[in-house]
């Protein structure tokens, strides 16, 4: 595939049950990089507010709300962002 961006961040949201790995970042363009490193399986992330120390955290979504838009959750501290894939 060509390339790989992001859509527009939304606040307060998480998409929910898909999350296959999970991890803890302190610059927030490191989410979407690691979504980038995984484009075969990431579609989508969630980042949360900053922890203890300057740490956010990052997790993967296996799919986006497109495919499961019930799973978009209220979730106060956390985005969402989906990629759009172009091959």
């Keep these: 595939c060509s390339s790989i ?4 961040t939304i606040p307060g ?10 991890m803890n970042i302190t ?14 399986i990431c579609a989508s992330y969630n ?6 120390g300057g740490v956010h955290v990052c ?3 296996k799919f986006d709300h497109v495919k499961f838009p019930d799973d978009l959750k209220e979730k106060p501290g956390f985005s969402y962002a989906a ?4 091959c």
Excluded at 47 to 52: H, P, V
Excluded at 83 to 86: I, L, N, Q, R, T
């Design 13 to 22: 949201k998480s998409l929910l049950g898909h999350v296959f790995t999970s």
């Design 27 to 40: 610059d927030l363009s490191n989410c979407s990089v690691q979504c980038v490193i995984r484009w075969n």
């Design 47 to 52: 980042i949360g507010s900053r922890l203890t």
């Design 5 to 8: 961006q992001f859509l527009q």
């Design 83 to 86: 990629a759009k894939v172009s």
């Design 59 to 61: 997790e993967l979504n």
